[in-house]
């Protein structure tokens, strides 16, 4: 039996979009199944202590600055620091890919589409037609997928998902988790990577 990663993001995150293909790479090396947890991102900061963006002191907005910057560059990307419909409601958004699962459909061809449609072609993901659109792209019924998003029963998946990433000790996006053991934020893929390959017992909280 492979080994599974749980995977919290959100399509708001642009850390998340950052680091998905590599993270998908490196799953498909090891054989891992992921299972794809989107959640709400301003409830999550709040609850574990985090700020939204705009409510964080200038120092660190400008940093993360900065680091996007950097991590263009290091992951070979090309995207807007500030695309024109960011940020944005992604609860339809993330609800597509909860929806997608639910019918058994892999939602890695929409996230393929998704996030760069976001920070590289500046479109607007809480757009019910784009969404759809992007999802008919990725191969996937998008207005079928659309339409079930908004249900009550897509948003207590996506509710489930909060309560599932508190329980875990997740506080942003994206994190992976890998037998209870948190790896926050794409900058942290290759010591994923490394305890994939060593195989070695996960590391504990000594506090």
């Known amino acids: 039996m492979s080994r599974q990663v749980d995977y919290y993001f959100s399509l708001q995150s642009p850390w998340a979009y950052i680091g998905h ?44 600055m900065v680091e996007l910057q950097r991590w263009r560059d290091k992951r070979g990307l090309k995207f807007h620091l500030q695309p024109a419909n960011w940020p944005f409601n992604a609860r339809l958004a993330d609800g597509v890919v909860i929806a997608a699962l639910e019918a058994g459909h892999d939602p890695d061809p929409f996230l393929r589409r998704a996030f760069p449609a976001v920070w590289e072609d500046q479109l607007n993901l809480a757009d019910p037609a784009t969404l759809a659109k992007i999802a008919d792209d990725a191969g996937l019924p998008g207005k079928a997928l659309v339409e079930r998003s908004g249900s009550d029963e897509i948003s207590a998946a996506y509710e489930q998902n909060r309560q599932d990433a508190l329980a875990a000790d997740v506080f942003g996006s994206p994190v992976y988790v890998l037998d209870g053991e948190v790896f926050w934020g794409q900058d942290r893929i290759e010591l994923l990577a490394d305890a994939l390959k060593s195989g070695r017992a996960p590391y504990r909280s000594q506090v």
Request: hydrophobic letters at 40%; glycine letters at 4%.
């Open 21 to 64: 293909k590599m993270f998908r790479d490196i799953a498909a090396t090891y054989d891992i199944k992921i299972n794809h947890k989107p959640v709400v991102l301003v409830d999550l900061f709040s609850e574990t202590g985090g700020l939204p963006l705009l409510k964080r002191h200038p120092v660190r907005q400008r940093y993360r």
